[in-house]
């Protein structure tokens, strides 16, 4: 019970203490620095007085500009879009075609296709 | 006619009261903040270490303030100006936390040459003369409550520093008051297991 008297005591005091000693850390702010306090605090009292006026035009200026360039982000972004989900973009059909074994196969025989090309065009002149 | 010039006159007797009480609401927050702003800031930069980076927390504490909740009854503010700060400076914290996990990912950790704490001036920006008389208890005291559980410090300064009451610091901090009174007594406690017996 008494141990227990002496540790609210205890805190007391310590509260009592930090109180004072932060007090008296408030009353020495240097003169710089409780001059931007009241500049922040004059800012803050015109932006009261600006917001119950209403919002000032130059207020719209940012906020178009943020709108067009959303605007233009959403075309460019849907314009570089397949045609619809089924149709797949250019680049992977020709990347599909690329990896085809078959065409592999062709260009290994390309010069028996070329024959056989070049024997057709000579038999239908001859024709 | 007669009612035309009545209806005038009502007209202009509102917008004189409006004009009155726009003037009355402006002054009472100046009174407001020029009472809270000087405690307000050393709670910030006990909060964040860091001078600067508490007068720009203060400043937007002020400005949330007056733009969003100057319309609230003035009993209201200081509880809500310490909620906007208290959030500032959780904002801070985590901003600041990113900024140190970018730093280690770039390989600037602390062993590398000069130990940023100890080379900055002091936050507070005092004279060596002016630090003599601030004392080593409130250095000690300033480091002390800075080591403190976010919310154990939250309470701790509201409470002893502001005198906010546990109704006000509950409202605040965002949490019940049974909290605010856990909070309160843990730093209490951790507190004078830091300082010791010759702190007090």
Known sequence: MNERK????????????????????????????????????????????????????????????????TVFAVVL??????????????QATDFEIILEGDDFEMLENLEFYSWIELDEDTKSHVG | ????????????????????????????????????ERRALRIAEIAVRNREDAL??????????????????????????????????????????????????????????????AAAPDPAGRSPDQELETGEAMRKLEEAVAALPNRQREAFMMRTFEGLDVRDTATAMG??????KTHYSRAVHALREALGEHWQ
């Not at chain 1, 972004?77 to 250019?90: F, K």
Request: proline residues 4%.
């Open chain 2, 56 to 117: 720009d927390l203060v400043q937007e504490a002020m400005i949330k303030l007056a733009r969003k909740y100057a319309s609230k009854s003035s009993e209201e503010w200081p509880p809500l100006f310490y909620r906007i700060l208290q959030n500032g400076v959780r904002d801070h914290h985590r901003r600041q936390a990113v900024r140190n996990r970018v730093m280690v990912w770039f390989g600037k950790s602390d062993d590398d040459g000069v130990d940023p704490i």
């Open chain 2, 175 to 180: 949490v019940t008051e049974g909290s605010v």
């Open chain 1, 77 to 90: 972004w849907t314009g570089n879009r397949p045609i619809d989900d089924l149709t797949p973009p250019a």
């Open chain 2, 1 to 36: 006619m007669n009612a035309l010039a009545a209806s005038f006159a009502v007209s202009c007797i509102r917008g004189h009261d409006s004009g009155v009480s726009t003037l009355q609401l402006d002054e009472e927050l100046n009174r407001f903040f020029a009472d809270v």
């Open chain 1, 6 to 69: 002496d540790n609210v005591t205890e805190d007391d005091a310590l509260v009592a203490k930090a109180k004072g000693l932060f007090d008296e850390s408030v009353q020495r702010l240097d003169a710089a620095t409780l001059s931007r306090l009241n500049r922040g605090r004059q800012m803050a009292l015109d932006q009261a007085g600006g917001h119950r006026v209403g919002i000032r035009w130059t207020q719209w200026v940012p906020a178009t500009g943020v709108a067009a360039a």
